[in-house]
């Protein structure tokens, strides 16, 4: 559940940020695209160290 939220937040945060930076539609998908992989890998993490701890 933490991986599809971190991945969500990401989709928003990257396209958000292009959108600052002036960027059209496929730049704001792109990094929209990338964000989302970050943010889902470091949900990724946080899971897996949390069932490790539990």
Same mark, same amino acid.
């Given at each position: ?9 990401? @989709? ?13 539609? $496929? ?10 992989? @970050?943010? @889902? $890998?470091?949900? #990724? ?7 490790? #701890? @539990?």
């Amino acid at each position: 559940m933490i991986v599809l939220a971190g991945a969500v937040l990401g @989709a928003f945060v990257g396209a958000a940020t292009a959108r600052r930076h002036g960027g059209k539609r $496929l730049d704001m998908a792109q990094y929209g695209a990338g964000f989302a992989i @970050a943010f @889902a $890998l470091l949900g #990724l993490f946080l899971t897996i160290l949390i069932e490790r #701890l @539990a």
